[in-house]
């Protein structure tokens, strides 16, 4: 029976799609979280009538046919790259990003170059603007030991004050990245994302500049997850892997009928 078939595909994609909303949800209050969608699509159908086919000597055509649909997969986890909130954290090197872009970040034993919107940034021993594992910020800046205020303005540059000094120096220069195609970046974990030949090559320019986002200090980017929504979801999920799993039982129903006819 095709049916037993079709009810565990979609069970199959019903716990994808669940495992899809557990992950958003367990990254609401990560920074600068990027929600997930799954997406689905049919599975071949057997023509035992094709549509259109010539079905009598008169060249009577079939209008409809007899398709008979295989179940369900999963096509696609789509990233939503919509921005998040913003929260306002007072921290110097805290930046968030008002539209679209991505900050570049050096990755260890020349790896290449990752990208991310979490600008939750910090000083390492050397005073060169790093992320939270220790990443080096691209292109590299360094903050003087001497300095006693850190002002980043909304074009990415980055000033700072010195001791005993009046007049403040620009240290460095904040560069974004775009790309043709965000959601086909590949996520690596710790907020960080690959380029890929589905998001085609990085462009890149300063920030605040046509077609890239403005940098905002003491801010960190939110997760786009809306708790509510997610929810919904989830319970849309569950009941649409309880009536999969009913076709499974109804179908079990059938055969042991059969079983028992003498």
Known sequence: MRSLHIGATGMLAQQTNVDVISNNIANMNTTAYSKRRAEFTDLLYQNV???????????????????????????????ITEGGGLTNTGNTL????????????????????AYTRDGAFQRNGEGVIVTHDGYTVQPEITIPDDAIEIYVNS?????????????????????LAAFPNEAGLEAMGNNLLLETEASGAPILDNPDTEGFGS???????????????????????QRAYEMNSKIISTSDQMLNTINQLK
């Open 49 to 79: 009538i094709r549509p259109g086919a010539i079905s009598t000597s008169s060249q009577t055509v079939v209008p409809s046919g007899i398709q008979l649909g295989l179940g369900v997969r999963t096509a696609a986890v789509y990233r």
């Open 94 to 113: 805290d930046l968030a990003l008002r539209g679209r872009g991505y900050f570049q970040v050096e990755l260890p034993e020349g790896k290449g170059i």
């Open 155 to 175: 074009s990415g540059e980055v000033w700072v004050k010195q001791d005993g000094e009046t007049e403040e120096i620009n240290v460095g220069q904040l560069e």
């Open 215 to 237: 940098v905002l200090q003491g801010y960190l980017e939110t997760s786009n997850v809306n708790p509510v929504a997610e929810i919904t979801e989830l319970v849309s999920a």
